[in-house]
Structure formats: C-alpha cells, structure tokens
C-alpha cells in the first residue's frame, strides 16, 4: 500500500537534482505539501515544474546557520505546521588529505553536517506538535573507511552520530529520526565528480559496488516508508541502499 500524506508538511534540502528532487517529488506526488530547499534557483524551477502545485520552493545554503531557520520558518508559515525534515542536501569533495584546503574542508562540513544539525535544531519544537519524522541521508562513507574522502566520510559519519543522538533524546516523545546510507546513486555527484589525477585504482575501487548504481527513486521510496506511520516503531536507525558493497 501506498502511503498517503494528505494533511502533512515536508522540508526537503538539496530538491534542485538527485534524491532531494526524487524524494520532493514522490512526497508532494503522495499528498504532501512540501518546501523543496536548494541553493540552485534554476533547478529548483525544473523541479517545480515537475509537480502539480504541490511543492514550493526556495532558494537557500544550508551551510548558513541563519538561512536554515528562516527555511524551517517558511514551511511553518506557509503551511502551518511541518511534519517532516529531510537533510538531503549534501557535496562531495575527493582529495588527497594533505592537500585538501581549509575552505574546502569547512565547506563540506558545513553543508553535509552543521546544516542537519542547525535544520533540526529549528525544526523540532514544530514537530514535536506534530509526532513528525526527521530523515537524513548520510552515505555507506559514514560507516566504513573510503580513499580520498576524509571530510566526507566525516561529515556522513557525523550525521549518523546527530541522527542516534537526536532519537535516543526524543525516545520519550513521538519524534522519530533515522537516516539512509546510500553508496553509487545515480546523481550529480556520482556521475560528474571528479578525482585527483593519481589515484590507487586498487584503493579506488572501494567507492563502488559489484552491483551499479541506484536509482534516486528507490532511495525516495524508502524515504517515503520512514517518513508514513507505517514505520512508526522506527527510530534511531541507519538503513544502508548500497547495492550490497558494504557487506562485499
């Protein structure tokens, strides 16, 4: 069965492209009013015009600790209430660790980790009035070791500690929080990345899977399941879509 969320709000980060598009879309395409959030103006157009009214949309960096509370006020207001935060929004930086500048460092970490945490730290009085759903994507970088992706890897292994953390907090409440760990989606990211020049392709080969990519759409159905009541007795988990690489 399909879930409806008729009635329900959604925040959803990075809905210019890729899973947050895939995730805006199927939410909105079930009944949800949602704000999709993305620092790209024209793709958040393409993906507006996808919808049948549903989605609204609003240009915004969510490594600005300020735009991510505005953007959670802005659901509120629009929709009056909010029932669901998807972190989806994220960057994908590959380098050599020594070489990795500063600014490039704080970038990824701005984006992938202190904006889930500053998104939820304004979105959760809001809903706690609603029994809502916190859902992040963090990636199988989170949970085991990846070449040339240090920062990366931090920053998705920090948001699995943020999603644990917040869930054993709220245990006592109907918040709920989990995150989905991704590995090769077919996105931006994992078909116009680049690398550095000399890379161990031996050690390269940790970054992808026997098995291909996945389809944003499937991680949007599984965002779709943990956000309906129907995993109502789901908090505090990590659901790996990974084509199987982290057991391989």
């Not at 600790?65 to 209430?81: I, M, T, Y």
């Amino acid at each position: 069965m399909t879930a409806s969320f008729e009635g329900t709000a959604a925040l959803i980060t990075g809905a210019g492209s890729g899973m947050g598009r895939a995730i805006a879309l199927r939410l909105a395409g079930q009944g949800a009013s949602v704000l999709g959030v993305d620092i790209d103006e024209g793709r958040l157009a393409e993906t507006k015009a996808l919808t049948a009214g549903r989605l609204s949309v609003r240009q915004a960096d969510v490594g600005d600790p300020g735009a991510c509370a505005e953007a959670v006020a802005a659901a509120v207001a629009e929709f009056g209430r909010l029932d669901v935060l998807g972190n989806v929004a994220g960057i994908y930086l590959a380098e050599h660790t020594t070489k990795m500048s500063v600014e490039q460092y704080r970038r990824v970490m701005s984006v992938n980790l202190d904006g889930c945490f500053f998104l939820a730290q304004a979105a959760i009085p809001h809903l706690l009035e609603t029994d809502g759903t916190i859902i992040n994507i963090a990636s199988n970088s989170g949970l085991q070791g990846v070449p040339y992706s240090a920062a990366y890897s931090m920053s998705k292994g920090g948001l699995i500690a943020l999603t644990r953390s917040l869930a054993v907090e709220y245990l006592k409440t109907r918040l709920r929080v989990n995150a989905i760990a991704p590995a090769g989606t077919r996105t931006n990211i994992a078909t116009s990345g680049t690398f550095p020049t000399d890379v161990d392709p031996d050690l390269a080969r940790r970054l992808g899977g026997l098995r291909g990519l996945a389809e944003p759409e499937e991680i949007a159905a599984l965002f779709a399941f943990l956000a309906s009541d129907e995993a109502r007795s789901i908090t505090g988990a990590v659901y790996t879509v990974d084509n199987g690489l982290t057991v391989s």
